[in-house]
């Protein structure tokens, strides 16, 4: 079974940046779609961005389109989330997820996830 770890959240104020990492260890990482979500205090657990499995397509929630970037390396089993402009409801905590089927536009249910990474942006 694969696990994924995240890594890199932090308090960073409006307008900052900040670079999430979502380290795999198990089965074969390339194999697998992979995504972020996040989850603010008091709201559901939302869509921020995918990546295919070759890292040629992303896809993403029109709240970070323009300002989020999403990447992996396969080589490295890691998948990232540049995360720049940031904003105070950008506030979460960001989950790492990934699927061996589907593609980035028809997954519905990942099914293994990260402990998530908090991130705090100030105004």
């Known amino acids: 079974q694969v696990q994924l770890v995240e890594s890199g959240g932090g308090l960073v104020q409006a307008g900052g940046s900040l670079r999430l990492s979502c380290a795999a260890s198990?089965?074969?990482?390339?194999?697998?779609?992979m995504a972020w979500f996040r989850q603010a205090p008091g709201k559901e657990r939302e869509f921020v961005s995918a990546?295919?499995?070759?890292?040629?397509?992303?896809r993403y929630a029109d709240s970070v389109k323009g300002r989020f970037t999403i990447s992996r390396d396969n080589a490295k089993n890691t998948v990232f989330l540049q995360m720049n402009g940031l904003k105070p409801e950008d506030t979460a905590i960001y989950y790492c997820?990934?699927?061996?089927?589907?593609?980035?536009?028809?997954?519905?249910?990942?099914?293994?996830w990260g402990q998530g990474t908090q991130v705090t942006v100030s105004s």
């Open positions: 997820a990934g699927s061996p089927v589907g593609t980035i536009w028809s997954i519905v249910e990942y099914d293994v």
């Open positions: 198990g089965r074969t990482f390339s194999s697998s779609v």
């Open positions: 990546i295919s499995r070759s890292g040629g397509s992303t």
